[in-house]
């Protein structure tokens, strides 16, 4: 100990060791005054963004041979950080806004490429959703025939009739066949199987968590995002959109717009399964099945149906998928009766975790109920 408080001593006659140390002081009480304000502002990177426009103006000013480099370096950098500032407080969506609209923009198009890029950050979400799908022109209004045309070809008619059956719901093979009004026969296997290798459908084939055998019918739901929501709340109001009504009504107006926008969201979190696993304490764990679980009780209200169910050797993980706008104690109710009515085999132990998209009460993390609790901006990997 002695020799190191001698060699720091050392270091510290040094004047350029001195004036570092005092300098490093002051920018951490600057940046400490500063950081609170520019946080609460949502303008946590604009101390990155201005290094870079900095040190590329000392470049500048390098190769133009200017003899006070810092003269063009601080003056753009000043200009720049004041037009940061500036289109900042002009900005009607921001911060936590602007996670949610993330959300539900990811949760209609899936998250394709071409549909994000026509989204405008500086408008809501329900503008760009309404802009994309409720108007004549619409992307998202017009494309859906085409694509499906172009992919399946003669083929596209019976395919549509699946998936317009299950955008009402998952269902198993032989619920398709009677809505479809078809024999089970090789030809619907044929188009399940084209549709899955399509990426329109998914088909969840789980294990029995009492049993830990393989449940006797897999079910089959609508995968894509986009093609979920087009059957479900698009194409049912196609007149009024080419008659250009639903544009005059708020989005959030339109009956059971909340509910459609909540399963959109599950849909989203259960294509993000290995990411998710890690997160709700799985990761690394040999997983034995993870699928939606739904089990029809003997009087009506007394079956569960669970958003999604991972099961290891020892464990079963109650996920609860909730996009909500404010997260109460209600949600540890709901996920207690269904583990209360969940049959587990002998020696397995049940655990909760939520995955979530909302204000999340305190009162929720507090109780500490849910084994893991897994806000959607850290599943997407943006926390």
Known sequence: MTAALETLRQYLAFPFVQNALLAGLLIALAAALLGVTLVLRRLSYIGDGLSHVAFGMMAVAGALNFADRLSLSLPVTAVCALGLLRSGRGARVRGDAMLAMLFDVLSVTGGVPKYLEEIKPSRSAEENIARLCFRPSGTLFRDF??????????RAATKRAILHALAAGPRTGQELSAALQVGRNGDLSSHLDELE????????????????????????????????FYLRYIEPRTAEIKAGLVQAAPLETLPGWDAVLGLQFENLVLNQMTELLPLVGLGGLPVLSAAPWRTRGKGKGTGIQI?????????????EIKRRRRIGEEVEAEVARKVRALHVRPGVSVRTALVYEGELAPVVRGNGYFDAIVPASRLLGLD
């Open 145 to 154: 025939d085409q694509i499906f045309a172009d992919v399946f070809g003669e």
């Open 197 to 228: 290798l399509a990426g329109f459908v998914a088909k969840d084939s789980g294990l029995n968590p009492e049993t830990g055998r393989v449940a006797r019918q897999d079910r089959y739901r609508l995968r894509d995002n986009y093609t979920r």
């Open 307 to 319: 958003d999604l169910l991972v099961q290891t050797r020892k464990s079963v993980c109650v996920v």
